[in-house]
């Protein structure tokens, strides 16, 4: 039996949301929890802060919010976050207080991501995994900026 609840299945899950992120001139970033028991998706999300004019509306962050609200608790333990974008230590702080067991990120973020500039930002326990499907995640980010810049 193949396993279809790969972690490149569930990562372009997330890059559909940063695919409506840009539809919508957001920074095209995407996040989606799982529940690891049930490898269901119990939150969808991308960049908002355009919309809102929130800076703190990132996709991990509208995501963590989603997820417990679906959960009814303030812990995402036994859940996984895949993002395109390697968190930045906002989100990675929140993701901290969440105690999330897992983290799948696509592209590196080397200006911004939370694991160059942090030592020990995320909980203890929280397993970080980078460059799951990272080619596709880097391109949409650079075809936005690209056509931002001119």
């Not at 908002?48 to 509306?57: G, H, I, M, P, W």
């Amino acid at each position: 039996m193949i396993d279809v609840f790969t972690p490149e299945y569930f990562m372009k899950q997330a890059y559909l949301q940063a695919e409506m992120a840009l539809e919508q001139d957001e920074v095209p970033v995407g996040a989606i929890i799982v529940a690891n028991n049930t490898n269901t998706i119990i939150a969808r999300a991308h960049n908002y802060t355009e919309r809102l004019n929130d800076v703190t509306a990132h996709a991990e962050i509208q995501a963590i919010t989603a997820a417990a609200s679906h959960l009814g608790a303030k812990y995402l333990k036994n859940c996984t976050l895949y993002v395109t974008l390697e968190p930045c230590v906002m989100c990675a702080g929140a993701l901290a207080w969440s105690q999330i067991d897992h983290i799948v990120f696509g592209a590196s973020d080397p200006k911004r991501g939370a694991g160059r500039l942090v030592e020990n930002v995320y909980h203890p326990k929280t397993k970080i995994i980078g460059g799951v499907l990272a080619g596709p995640c880097q391109e949409i980010l650079q075809h936005f900026f690209k056509e931002k810049r001119g």
